[in-house]
């Protein structure tokens, strides 16, 4: 009976660690696609800076580059998520396989 009960704490257990990686991995698909669209936005309005000081439009370079700060602190930040995230995913890995270890012990 209490073998039943560990066994079947340490299997949900198990389980709830699964899901919520994967939850944390499309967490983390999302927010390295907003960290690829942020790096494209600054890629183009660079191109157009570049282009808008070519025309002598200094008005429109320095909006470009309010555009281009903006567009880098939103990347750094998805950067930071996608940081956090993999560290979380990390250490559910560990506790995963801890419980796993400790289905396997009974």
């Known amino acids: 009976d209490h073998f039943a009960d560990v066994t079947r704490t340490s299997t949900d257990y198990v389980t709830q660690l699964r899901a919520k ?3 944390l991995v499309k967490e ?3 927010a390295e696609k907003t960290e690829r ?3 494209q936005q600054i890629s183009y309005a660079e191109a157009q ?3 808008a000081a070519e025309d002598e439009d200094f008005e ?3 909006r470009l580059a309010s555009d281009i700060e903006r567009h880098t602190l939103e990347k ?3 950067t930071a998520i996608v940081e956090s995230i993999d560290e979380s995913i990390t250490q559910i890995e560990k506790q995963r396989d801890a419980a796993c270890k400790a ?3 009974c």
Do not use: C, L, S, Y
Request: hydrophobic share 50%.
């Open 103 to 105: 289905v396997v012990a």
């Open 37 to 39: 669209f942020a790096a």
């Open 60 to 62: 429109a370079a320095d």
């Open 49 to 51: 800076q570049t282009q």
């Open 21 to 23: 990686r994967a939850e």
């Open 76 to 78: 750094n930040k998805q």
């Open 28 to 30: 983390r698909m999302e």
